[in-house]
């Protein structure tokens, strides 16, 4: 498969997999976390597939596209190492979805942040709240839920906390 | 639609136009031009539709990944302003396939670089030959070919020298 191909595939997980959680959180209040801006484009999804809620996002920069900016109140700038363990601050309640996206080519950082997303993401979700990713954070006890049609396994997680 | 789903649909509409002319072109010899490097996701998708085709890759600057980087014969760093009027000089005779996806944000540039193609591209292609353009290059006396199944109309121009 060309790396084409495999693009396509790894985008097109990440929609379905936002068009399926959008749906499952509509009883859970509160807002959503974005780790990781890029160029804006899934931030951008998320806003129009959630239009009510507060949309909070996290990067060490923003280099997205002008119109995929978030406002000031809502972009968490800085390392997530540092950022992510005082989120709260902003989000005041339990979240109702994080979308995290933010693995690398290299297999160590990646596991470094999996183990780092593990350890501080599930306290930031309220009860029924989602967590989607392309790390697998393994939060103890949650449950795992099927991913969309199509989907390859091992490309994303998606755990609903209990 | 978000920019996600845009890009889904722009990567795909790319992907599809590709694998679609490919099969169009086994009985016209010669090599490929593809307009823009980028990351190089394109250029490896077209080395494995067209394994036994020379690939000579136009950009200003090599910023793909490691692995989609063609070697130096096959490489033609410069402004495309300057090095498409001499492809020539690389290619030798006609050329089977040239696929352009060099468009920006900016209108005024694309209508200038359209231009430009379609003032120097035609020539280069082998009778039978095909150009697969972001931009409408409009070759004069061409035939504009239909696009694959869900690909929207000004999102590609596929034409076929007669």
């Known amino acids: 498969m060309s790396r084409l191909d495999s693009f396509i595939r790894r ?6 997999c ?3 959680v959008a749906g499952m959180i509509a009883g859970v209040p509160g807002p959503v976390l974005e780790l990781g801006l890029g160029n804006g484009r899934t931030y951008d999804h998320l806003r129009e597939l959630l239009p009510d809620r507060d949309i909070y996002v996290f990067d060490r920069r923003v280099a997205a596209h002008p119109d995929c900016i978030p406002d000031d109140d809502h972009m968490i700038l800085g390392d997530i190492f540092e950022t992510l363990p005082r989120a709260r601050e902003r989000t005041g309640g339990g979240v109702a979805l994080v979308h995290s996206d933010i693995g690398t080519g290299d297999a160590e950082s990646n596991a470094r942040i999996a183990a780092f997303l593990g350890a501080h993401v599930p306290d930031l979700v ?4 989602i967590v989607v990713s392309d790390q697998d954070m393994a939060p103890a006890g949650w449950e795992r839920l099927p991913l969309p049609e199509g989907v390859r396994p091992d490309r994303y997680f998606i755990y609903r906390r209990g």
Do not use: E, T, Y
Not at 11 to 16: E, K, L, N
């Open 11 to 16: 985008v097109s997980a990440q929609r379905d």
């Open 126 to 129: 309220a009860p029924g709240g």
């Open 18 to 20: 936002l068009n399926m």
